[in-house]
């Protein structure tokens, strides 16, 4: 049985042991994407008291867009089963339920110093990583190479940073975006 699959099994044994049948879960492989996200905002048939999110990934990207589209919960697939099953009874009674690294990435950029990059900005910066020109990148986001130029100043200077190549290094380094 692949891990997805046994990570979906455990969070559905999880919620039928708390005894949680109206908690809403999603179980995901892959980033939080739009699709994902719409499916944690549609409304459900019944009352959905938590929608705990199990994933792989922990990026500050794929939290955020899970927290805005109404997630209560974000766990890795790594956390030990008592966790998960915390969580499910957790996120059920409407409480917010966060595995310990992702708490401290939320944490970290609350605190920060430097300013939180746009979600245009994280598009380019995930360009930018995969080798694509300027010309490249505008063509991809329909806008001018003007625009990626300030997008890319605006980038450096939140990040600190004064070359592309820094700039990848250091959204990687802080889990903004995955290669």
Do not use: W
């Not at 990626?148 to 903004?176: C, F, M, Q």
């Amino acid at each position: 049985m692949s891990s997805d699959r046994l990570s979906t099994v455990a969070l559905f044994a999880a919620a039928t042991v708390v005894g949680v049948p109206g908690a809403a879960f999603a179980v995901t492989v892959r980033p939080v994407t739009p699709t994902t996200a719409a499916a944690l905002r549609a409304p459900a048939t019944r009352p959905r008291r938590g929608r705990l999110v199990l994933t792989t990934y922990d990026t500050e990207t794929d939290i955020v867009r899970a927290v805005e589209a109404g997630a209560t919960g974000y766990l890795r697939k790594d956390c030990p089963p008592e966790e998960l099953f915390r969580a499910v009874h957790a996120a059920a009674a409407g409480q917010t339920v966060l595995s310990p690294p992702v708490a401290a990435r939320l944490m970290d950029r609350l605190r920060g110093p430097q300013d939180t990059l746009s979600a245009r900005e994280i598009e380019i910066l995930t360009l930018l990583a995969r080798g694509k020109s300027n010309r490249e990148i505008s063509r991809a986001l329909f806008i001018s190479e003007a625009t990626v130029k300030t997008h890319l100043v605006h980038i450096y200077a939140k990040l600190g940073v004064d070359s592309r190549t820094a700039a990848v290094h250091a959204a990687v380094e802080r889990k903004l975006i995955r290669l």
